[in-house]
Every structure is written in C-alpha cells, then in structure tokens.
C-alpha cells in the first residue's frame, strides 16, 4: 500500500490574461500547482487578485492563455 497522495489537479506553467498589446492585463502567469486527491486546499487573495479567474482555467470552464492543466492524468486544457 502505497503512503503516497495522488496528483489530482496538475497546473504548469499557466497563464490567463485577457486584452492585447498595451491593454493586456496577465491575471497570473508562470502558475505551477498541485492539489492532491482528499485534501482540503484553498485559494486565499484579495477581490481581483484572480481566484475564480484561476479556478475557470483549473475546472476547464474556461481555457489558459498559456500552459497545461491535468485532472487524473489527463490534459484538459488541449
Ligand atoms: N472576462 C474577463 N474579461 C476581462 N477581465 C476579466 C475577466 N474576468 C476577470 N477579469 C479581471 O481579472 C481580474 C481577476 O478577477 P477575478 O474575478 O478572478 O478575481 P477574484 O480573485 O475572484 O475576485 P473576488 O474576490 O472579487 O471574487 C480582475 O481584474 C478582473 O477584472
Ligand atoms: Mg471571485
């Protein structure tokens, strides 16, 4: 039996940002995360720091500007 966690959601090198040119505006960029299967994770920020923003792009609601997300090993956001 292995005491190891699974790797349930799987964020590299993510980015959103909305706009182009001048008025791009990056809500986060460079975003590597792991949220293991049975914990209890949070996402703290203040208003307009880019929680919901962060959690389209990790449920697949919406799609990154840049990088990958993985739910159970497979890619979500191809
Ligand atoms: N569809 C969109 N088009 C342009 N800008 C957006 C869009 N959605 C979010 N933003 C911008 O992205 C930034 C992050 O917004 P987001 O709603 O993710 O913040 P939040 O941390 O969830 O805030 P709150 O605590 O108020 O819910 C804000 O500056 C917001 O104006
Ligand atoms: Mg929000």
Known sequence: MSTEKDVIISARGLKKSFGTGDSQQVIFENLNLDIYRGDFTIIM?????GKSTLMYSLSGMDRPTAGTVHFAGKEITK
């Open 45 to 49: 920020g203040s208003s307009g720091a």
